[in-house]
């Protein structure tokens, strides 16, 4: 069973960027879709960014679009989310997930992860 682990979340300020990484063990991490969650205070989880195991199919939640981008290197086994222009409304516990054996270039739905990590708090104030 692979195991997440993320890192790199902190306290910045708005127009600040953060790198999240999510380290993974076990094997054929190549065999895996990933993707980032995250959730608010009060509010329901929700999907920021997915990448396929191919790391050539994308998507990203609407509020993130330009801002934040995912990227995976397998041979690190390690997935990455870069988010720039930080925004308050950003703030949130960031969860790394995965799941085994989508289509090669297929971004998982949300509802189709497994997978997951404990989460790294992010931070942003105004």
């Known amino acids: 069973q692979m195991q997440l682990v993320e890192s790199g979340g902190g306290s910045v300020q708005a127009g600040d960027s953060l790198r999240l990484s999510c380290a993974t063990s076990?094997?054929?991490?190549?065999?895996?879709?990933m993707g980032w969650f995250r959730q608010a205070p009060g509010k329901e989880r929700e999907l920021v960014a997915a990448i396929s195991r191919s790391g050539g199919s994308k998507g990203y939640a609407d509020s993130v679009k330009g801002r934040f981008i995912i990227s995976r290197d397998d041979a690190k086994n390690t997935v990455l989310l870069q988010m720039n222009s930080l925004k308050p409304e950003d703030t949130a516990v960031y969860y790394c997930?995965?799941?085994?054996?989508?289509?090669?270039?297929?971004?998982?739905?949300?509802?189709?992860?497994?997978?997951w990590g404990r989460g790294t708090q992010v931070t942003v104030s105004s």
């Open positions: 997930a995965a799941v085994y054996g989508m289509g090669y270039i297929e971004v998982p739905s949300p509802s189709s992860y497994n997978v």
């Open positions: 076990g094997r054929a991490f190549f065999m895996y879709a």
